[in-house]
């Protein structure tokens, strides 16, 4: 046996017990060798961070790639073992949510806004930019003028070995797009077969691949760190580059949604557009192949997010309103077969699909026949359908944090922006967890007690918010609204602040108890 492996059981008074050695040596005549497995480590925790909002001493007015590394070995010091990050595609200038990750106008490039100066060797001073958008345009303009004064950066052994050989066709189109649009060229992909390297790389063109390259390296540095579990939005914003790329492979004429529910009494409308199921299936799904095959290229993970869209979409014309939406049948056998031919026998990359909403049955059928794993809400499911291979979270981005939850500044805040949700299911909400942890005197007991559920739950990974973790009353994002936070509010502290905070340990520790058994 391996030195490293430990087989325990639990008796029936809860206590565990490890295993004697003639069960272990019946084990592994049962099981053959097991050299590779150890038990111990199989159960992890990790946490969720929108990138967007962390701030550190050295960032530029908002969360980085460098921060997210901080972020990492500040609490992989305390057990962490593995990240989930919010989307990191290129914005959409011109939609609504032009700040919201989960609405890019590319899901196949990094935005430059996540690109970190220090990291980058680029000194930048003057105050802190003021908002997303000044953080994005001041960054923008530091790298441009990096390359331009520095031509010899561009043929840098490293920098042409991946613009050669790392980058997808996809991101060389979407670069080759990127660069024209900025001089009101448009962009004849079939050009791209008859360039030069050099031509490819040349002064206009240089700065936009000079950006990716960077921000993939600084990727590559923080996955060092643990592995790095990306979020692969339903939908993209029109105008952005993955529209222009595909046009006859994304809707551009409905906006995708969701219809009533428990959680809001009123239909949601998304300013993100989806998969034209025809369109898609006539180019042979090349635009969806590519977008995933990019994505799991930077990641050691994937969160697909509403993946019940493989299944079917609502959708919502744009000239219409919220009432007038209509469900769009996907090929739900084509989609769920491409997914999984992108997983390898031992489970990686990893493929989480939310699947909350509105059921499916032909989707769930399929899901559950190639036994994909699952992304979880444990306040939604309260540990009753929970599978090992699923990821578990307690709260995301799109539901209350636990303190606005408890102080229902949530509830005040959806009534401020005009969005009247239902106050009665919240309430509910908030009872029926006390009574699911047995109730509590207090924010602090409440917390602590839904944390040592969601270390013990069936799932062999949780993860656990960090605005949550953080204390945060308000979340960063209201589904369906243009308006409020939506990732521009910053975390209260920055990560040098909030580092020694022995309540943040404390919750670490909470997790690491049941996950290391």
Known sequence: MHPNVVLNYTRSDGVSVQASDRAIRWVSKALGPLQSIDFRTTRKWG???????????????????????KCMDTLGQM??????ISPLGLWSSRSPYEHYPYAPGSRILIDPVHVSMASAGIISTGPAPSSWKEARRRKIALIRRLVTENPLILRQDEFRKWAAEATTRAQREALFALERKSRSIEPHYDELSSMTDDELLGADLGPYWWTQYEAERQLKIARMVMPVYGDLPVGVASPGLDAEMWPHSILTGANLGAPSDADHVKPQVWAVHGWDPRGLARCGYVPYRQTLETNLKFYSGLRVDHALALGRQYIVPIAGDT??????????????????SHVSPDGTP????????????????????????????????????????????LTNHD????????????????????????????????????????????????????????????????TAHLEDMLGMEYRLHYPGHAKGPDYQAPHPRTIEQW???????????????????
Request: proline share 2%.
């Open 399 to 462: 539901t209350p944090t636990l303190k606005g939850l408890w102080t229902r500044c949530d509830l005040a805040m959806q009534h401020s922006l005009g969005f009247h949700g239902d106050d009665a299911a919240l309430n509910q909400l908030l009872e029926r967890t006390r009574e699911y942890v047995g109730g509590s005197a207090c924010f602090s007991e409440y917390q602590n007690a839904l944390y040592e559920r969601l270390s013990g739950c069936a799932a062999d990974r949780v």
């Open 499 to 517: 580092r020694s905070d022995g309540r943040v340990q404390e919750l670490c520790e909470i997790l690491s108890t049941k996950r290391g058994m």
């Open 350 to 393: 990893y493929l989480y699909l939310e699947l909350i909403g509105t059921p499916f049955d032909e989707l769930e059928a399929f899901v559950s026949y190639h036994g994909l794993p699952r992304y979880r809400l444990l306040l939604a499911d309260l540990d009753q359908r929970i599978d090992r291979k699923d990821l578990v979270a």
């Open 323 to 340: 009432f007038e939406g209509v469900y769009v049948r996907s090929d739900t056998s084509a989609l769920t077969e491409i997914l999984v």
């Open 79 to 84: 057990g962490a073992e593995f990240c989930t």
């Open 47 to 69: 946490f969720s961070v929108s990138t967007f909002a962390l701030r550190s001493n050295e960032s530029l007015g908002i969360g980085d790639l460098d921060d997210l590394r």
